[in-house]
């Protein structure tokens, strides 16, 4: 195998992988790696952002805890995505080192004062978001009562249609919304109202619903408001989890927006993690053992399958064998290569039933949070990044995915 760098036009955010190109899965596992081998795939990327740069009826910032990768954040620019949701100072200095034009909005609601002022002062961020009186007293203190921030009042809006809550952490609650908005329209040059339904929302309805929370919010405090961010939660397509198509949700959020009690120039922003990035890679593990149908491979819990292990999310996979297996899929369960028990996947993943040690599995869609969640616990692990130029498992971005998913939904 013929191995070089890639620079995709980093000039000033180097990768540490090993990264090599090549075309499919099962090249590679004709190779027999002994460490598991990450695949990325920019084309994925770049068509994801192009999407929602195209199609989102207003600005979509990439959420960069899903996958904070430098060659990824350059794939995105080039497509097309200006605006960057950081929740950290290290996810601050990271974006503009990498990509010193972008701007940076600051969206998580608790923030130590260092960060926001290394933020403002230092790395231009004028955006924040909050949602309690007393992070807008720090907001304001830390950029000594500046008069260009916008503020983004986060509430608290239903987690019921997503995969995954996110309704109990941050977002004010009904009865201290009217209190906050408008002391932050007082200190705000721009205000905006911003909240999350969750990760993985599965119908637009998510959306509609937290649109009439935002509406009920503006008329109780009768404020002027310029930004509607509906955040993050667009969904991306895994087994047992297949959404109807992106413009559904685009289309419930637009017609919702332009119902709002808002001035004919307020913005509409989203902030799309998943959605962007879990097409970009997938990773392909050596099977070192089988019990029954419980396969022990070299990545787990404390590596790119994280999701898979603790809150028990489903990827999909591919037996990588030449020729192909004959036998019929069946269920398995993993085990991760540590010594923890909860080293524990238990899936079910879908493979040929005859599946056994030595065989090479490719598991796809884990271009989100697969890699930002890896550790090197028990000193497993591998840093060794493919490219490959052949499509991801599953697109939300395939057009013969779009019209089965529209022909669900119809029925």
């Known amino acids: 195998m013929v191995k070089h760098h ?77 605006h960057y949701d950081v929740a950290s100072i290290a996810e601050v200095r990271l974006v503009a080192r ?25 790395h231009g961020v004028r955006t924040f978001s909050l949602d309690s009186l007393e992070e807008l007293d720090k907001v304001v ?61 599965m119908t637009p309805e998510a959306y509609s619903n937290a649109m009439e929370r935002v509406r009920a919010a ?31 949700f685009f289309e419930t959020i637009h017609r919702a927006f332009e119902s709002l009690p808002v001035s004919y120039s307020s913005e509409l922003w989203c902030e799309p993690g998943r959605a962007l990035c879990a097409e970009y890679s997938s990773i392909i593990v050596r099977v070192e053992k089988r019990r029954g149908t419980e396969l022990y491979i070299n990545d787990g819990a404390y590596g790119a399958l994280f999701d898979a292990a603790h809150i028990g999310w489903r990827f999909p996979t591919e037996l990588l064998r030449e020729p192909d297996s004959r036998a019929k899929d069946m269920e398995f369960s993993f085990y991760g290569p540590t010594c923890d028990d909860m080293d524990y996947m238990v899936g079910p993943f879908m493979l040929p039933a005859d599946t056994q040690a030595g065989d090479y599995i490719e598991i796809g869609m884990l271009g989100a949070y697969g890699s930002a969640m890896r550790t090197a616990f028990n000193g497993f692990g591998s840093d060794e990044t493919v490219i490959v130029t052949d499509e991801p498992m599953v697109s939300l971005y395939d057009e013969r995915f779009q019209d089965l998913a529209s022909n669900v939904v119809k029925l």
């Open 6 to 82: 890639i620079a995709l036009g980093l000039a000033k955010a180097h990768s540490t992988a090993d990264t090599s190109h090549i075309g499919s899965g099962i090249d590679i596992a004709k190779g027999r790696p002994v460490n598991p081998v990450t695949l990325v795939r920019p084309h994925a990327a770049a068509r994801a952002a192009r999407f929602f740069v195209e199609k989102f009826p207003g600005r979509s910032m990439y959420a960069v805890k899903a996958n904070p990768s430098p060659e990824l954040l350059q794939i995105l620019w080039d497509n097309g995505i200006t």
């Open 218 to 248: 503006i008329v109780d405090a009768a404020v002027t408001v310029d930004v509607i961010d509906v955040g993050g939660g667009f969904p991306s397509s895994y087994p047992g989890m297949e959404p109807p198509p992106l413009e559904h």
């Open 141 to 201: 203190r830390a950029t000594r009562d500046a008069s260009d921030l916008t503020l983004c009042v986060r509430l608290r809006v239903s987690s019921e249609h997503s995969k995954l809550s996110l309704a109990s952490k941050f977002g004010a609650a009904p009865h201290e919304a009217k209190e906050l908005l408008f002391a932050a329209r007082q200190a705000a040059d721009a205000l905006g109202i911003c909240f999350h339904v969750g990760s993985q929302a």
């Open 98 to 122: 990498t990509l010193p034009q972008a701007t940076l909005c600051f969206m998580h609601p608790v923030k130590a004062e260092e960060a926001i002022a290394e933020a403002y002062f230092t």
